[in-house]
């Protein structure tokens, strides 16, 4: 685009944008199944399979109640939660990203 005086030479610039060069491949028959003027989306099955695998997760819950009760009964018999500081230091290291 070119700007003389203050103003753009838009005319010019976007006819020569709209335009088709006269080079250009034409359009080949239509697809069957498909809408002359209609825009068509392929997804591929890489994409496909992650989004399955997206709602599969989104169905799936956070809580797993078999590890719930793994920790519950641990707790019960006193094998976790007996050591603050140890815990308070994992918390820590944690937070920190430690892990």
Do not use: C, F, Y
Not at 39 to 57: E, F, I, M, N, W
Not at 62 to 89: F, I, M, S, T, Y
């Amino acid at each position: 685009m070119k700007i003389e005086n203050q103003r753009a030479d838009l005319e010019r610039t976007s006819a020569s944008r709209t335009e088709a060069p006269a080079n250009a491949p034409k359009a080949g028959p239509p697809r069957p199944g498909a809408v002359d003027g209609a825009d068509q989306v392929r997804v591929s099955s890489g994409a496909q399979l992650a989004s399955t695998a997206a709602t599969a997760a989104e169905q799936t819950s956070d809580v797993r109640p078999e590890v719930v009760e793994r920790a519950k009964a641990a707790l019960a018999r006193g094998e976790v939660g007996n050591d603050p500081l140890r815990l308070a230091d994992a918390l820590i290291d944690r937070a920190l990203g430690g892990d």
